[in-house]
């Protein structure tokens, strides 16, 4: 959906997130939007939803594909141990 001065509200300005004009799917970065290709010249295409899976990339909780599926509990300790 685009606001009514024609910006992408998942797209913030300034930021690395992107959106795929082929397959019209979010990304949180050029590298995982990078991620989501393959293919030289024209025969570049989009991984389907299922292979971008296989190849370890995620949805997070905010709807962008991101390259590696983040572990919750991971995430918790790490921050533990970068907050000392």
Do not use: I
Not at 26 to 47: E, I, K, L, W
């Amino acid at each position: 959906m685009v606001n009514s001065q024609g910006a992408d509200p998942k797209l913030p300005v300034g930021g690395n997130r992107c959106r795929c004009g082929k397959c019209g799917l979010y990304f949180s970065s050029v590298a995982s939007f990078d991620a989501h290709r393959a293919g030289d010249g024209d025969a570049r295409h989009c991984f389907t939803e299922p292979e971008m899976r296989a190849r370890g990339m995620a949805v997070n909780d905010k709807g962008y594909w991101v390259t590696k599926a983040w572990d919750r509990q991971a995430a918790s300790a790490y921050n533990r141990e970068a907050a000392h």
